[in-house]
């Protein structure tokens, strides 16, 4: 077995050969059974399932490229974290009708659903689905296998053409996958004896309809091709019933699920740890580290200890640091802070800070604790790949709070370090920001461990959802919009922030106050006196969109107002035409959709649009004048 990072594919691809006398396969087969149970598993727990040697498992466990069964262990979990993420925003955006569309074409006849929901509610009433067939068809299943089992479905392959057959268990679906239908006719007194002569519920999936007494349920695929073609159809037809098994039993569970729901399974040691003792433990790991950090020594063996202890405590499993999370031994960690600053006090002082926290969580009367008693979460606001916006409701105070959590998944250690650092810069600066037009900063902390900006809820609507309500606009009704935006934007600029990702869904009308307002800084830029940035590296990474500047799309580093400028003229664009400006006919399609404006209505929209950025307004001062002119009409 060689060498790989690969989980549960490499896993799959190993317990899918049936040759159980191969101790890969075996223990392979075993882990894939259990694979989402591994999480609350220990390793003497692992063990008795296995029923194979400590040493056996760590060399199984060294050739996947893991330390040790911890290691195995957390990148299991992280790895459904991701998988239930990709499948759940994959399968939301599934074109379901155009799958349909294509079988149908490709059997001549169209599909019924009910057949498919069939299938789905005999995968679900079984405890596993086990599929026979030629190596050729099954190998289209893999996909297949893996997001059944990140739904707590296993299913397991077994092909008839090498004589191993897998012996099914009493509750085992059986799925029999022939082109021609000669499985059941040809097939060896074996595979007549451990799977066709069961009680066992049968699906057969072939060319044409075939009655059979060994048959509980028929799919035929009717078509003309007995080879390529079918093997189109086994790729859809599986895509389709992951998706309807996902929308029939699937996506209510998952839907309101937090994906770190997964990163923590149970306890072990730690349960019979009172909290006095974890805080003790808790000073040991910190002396511990800030030794190893400096120029001290911590025992490899001492690191481990206390990680793995503090790992399975429920109350910290949101607010362990980073840099104990990320690194599983304590060279790993020395490296994490070397590569973190050079100089031992800013070490000291980091862990001194993380693992004080740390410690706060296990007391119920912190102010950690009694912060969030005065606060109810209500519902998600938005997301992004840095983090969530949600809405929180104070109870003392009868009033609601957006609050945006710095929370991103798919990021190394030290991206996590550095970003929080960029998180907190951020919302000082803000902080300094006071402006009617622009959402408020009330105060940044830690919520579970993570960052936070805690700012004003606006009660309100978009300027998307007005634009969309409303219809074309008039050039002064327009204006209106705009002048709010430019004057929350002025005052921005004036305190030397650029918001970089201005579009009509980061503009809200406020219901109570009448007003527009600007919110989501998230990746805006900060200026210095020279008018060059200090900034977020957040701001490197500018999500593509036609609201925001060609320029600053090419050229993610570049620092100048006159890019808002070019999405103020965009929004007003998108108000004016209902749609954002694009191509080479922009002037031209503004003219036609809106009859109410003028040629000098439009190169006002143009000039701010300008593909030369030296030819646009070259402030919100500049332009606001001329918009408020505008809006009187």
Not at 34 to 43: A, C, Q, R
Not at 409 to 438: C, D, P, W, Y
Not at 554 to 566: A, G, L, M, T, W
Request: aromatic share 12%; net charge neutral; with cysteine.
């Amino acid at each position: 077995m060689s060498k790989t990072n690969l989980k549960i594919e490499y896993i799959l691809k190993a317990s899918n050969n049936i040759e159980f006398d191969n101790i890969d396969t075996y223990i392979s087969r075993k882990i894939f059974e259990h694979y989402n149970k591994i999480p609350t598993y220990t390793l003497e727990g692992i063990l008795t399932i296995l029923n194979i040697s400590k040493l056996k498992f760590k060399t199984y466990l060294n050739q996947l490229g893991y330390k040790n069964y911890t290691a195995f262990k957390d990148e299991v979990i992280f790895e459904r974290i991701v998988r239930l993420k990709q499948i759940r925003d994959r399968y939301e955006s599934f074109e379901k009708n155009k799958i349909i569309q294509i079988m149908s074409q490709l059997r001549h006849h169209l599909i019924n659903m009910d057949e498919i929901d069939k299938i789905c509610k005999q995968i679900n009433e079984h405890e596993r689905f086990i599929a026979y067939g030629s190596p050729t068809l099954l190998n289209l299943l893999f996909d297949f296998q893996v997001d059944m089992k990140i739904f707590d479905k296993t299913v397991l392959l077994s092909s008839v053409n090498n004589g191993k057959i897998l012996v099914p268990k009493n509750n085992d679906l059986i799925g029999l996958f022939t082109a021609t239908g000669r499985l059941l006719g040809c097939c060896d007194a074996k595979f007549q004896e451990v799977v066709l002569d069961t009680k066992n519920t049968k699906i057969l999936f072939s060319k044409s309809q075939i009655n059979s007494e060994y048959i509980d349920f028929s799919f035929s695929m009717d078509t003309d091709n007995d080879y390529y073609e079918m093997h189109y159809v086994f790729l859809f037809l599986f895509d389709l019933i992951k998706t309807r098994y996902y929308e029939l039993y699937i996506k209510e569970y998952i839907s309101g699920r937090e994906v770190y729901d997964y990163r923590f399974y149970g306890v072990d040691v730690a349960d019979k740890m009172d909290k006095n003792a974890i805080r003790d433990l808790i000073d040991e790991f910190k002396s511990g580290l800030i030794a190893k950090a400096t120029n001290g020594d911590m025992s490899e063996k001492d690191y481990k200890r206390c990680r793995d202890i503090l790992m399975q405590v429920p109350e910290l499993k949101s607010h362990i640091p980073v840099f104990i999370k990320s690194n599983h031994s304590a060279n790993d960690f020395r490296r994490y802070m070397q590569a973190y600053n050079q100089h031992y006090a800013d070490r000291r002082s980091l862990i001194h800070t993380e693992m004080d926290s740390l410690a706060s969580y296990l007391n119920e009367d912190s102010d950690q604790f009694m912060q969030m008693k005065e606060y109810t979460k209500q519902e998600e606001l938005g997301s992004g790949g840095f983090g969530t916006v949600y809405k929180y409701h104070n109870n003392c105070l009868d009033m609601d709070f957006a609050v945006k959590i710095y929370d991103p998944v798919f990021v190394s250690a030290e991206e996590q370090l550095e970003g929080e650092k960029r998180f907190f810069r951020e919302a000082k600066m803000l902080f300094s920001l006071n402006n009617t037009h622009i959402a408020r900063i009330y105060d940044a902390g830690r919520m579970d461990g993570k960052p936070y900006i805690r700012m004003e809820y606006i009660k309100g609507y978009t300027v998307e959802e007005l634009r969309n309500r409303e219809g074309n606009m008039s050039f002064s009704r327009s204006a209106i919009v705009i002048s709010h935006i430019l004057t929350g934007l002025k005052h921005a600029h004036e305190h030397g922030v650029i918001h970089r990702d201005l579009r009509p869904r980061n503009v809200i009308f406020s219901e109570s106050e009448r007003m527009f307002k600007i919110i989501d800084f998230g990746v805006s830029a900060f200026l210095d006196t020279e008018n060059h940035t200090q900034l977020t590296k957040t701001g490197e990474h500018i999500a593509g969109g036609s609201f925001i500047d060609p320029i600053l799309q090419q050229n993610p580093k570049i620092r100048d107002v006159r890019s808002d400028i070019y999405s103020v003229g965009a929004i007003w664009y998108f108000l004016l035409c209902g749609r954002a400006p694009s191509g080479s006919d922009m002037r031209e399609y503004l003219e036609k959709s809106n009859s109410q404006i003028t040629p000098t209505d439009i190169d006002i929209i143009m000039k701010c649009l300008s593909s030369s950025i030296e030819n646009r307004y070259s402030s919100c001062e500049e332009l606001l004048p001329i918009v408020k002119k505008a809006a009187i009409g």
